[in-house]
């Protein structure tokens, strides 16, 4: 997944409700229309903090989708 910052590219809607970095890559947790995501970026020079609005577009490749247990 892309994050940008909110208005910048199309895509899904989101809030930032938790934002980790964790040395080479950040953890987030997005609200959105689709539920809560848990997202891994390995993009560390753009971290959004909590809070921060996003849109969120899907990577042509990469990209593992994995439902809740």
């Known amino acids: 997944m892309n994050l ?10 989101g809030t930032i409700l938790k934002s980790l970095y ?3 890559h950040l953890e987030y947790t997005i609200e959105c ?4 995501l848990f997202v891994i970026d ?3 020079e753009n971290q959004h903090p909590s809070g921060a609005k ?4 899907l990577r ?8 809740e247990s």
Do not use: A, F, R, W
């Open 60 to 67: 042509s490749y990469g990209v593992s989708l994995i439902p």
């Open 22 to 24: 964790l040395g080479d």
């Open 4 to 13: 940008h910052q909110s208005g910048t590219e199309k895509g899904i809607s």
């Open 54 to 57: 996003v849109s969120i577009t």
């Open 33 to 36: 229309e689709l539920g809560n």
């Open 42 to 44: 390995n993009e560390i």
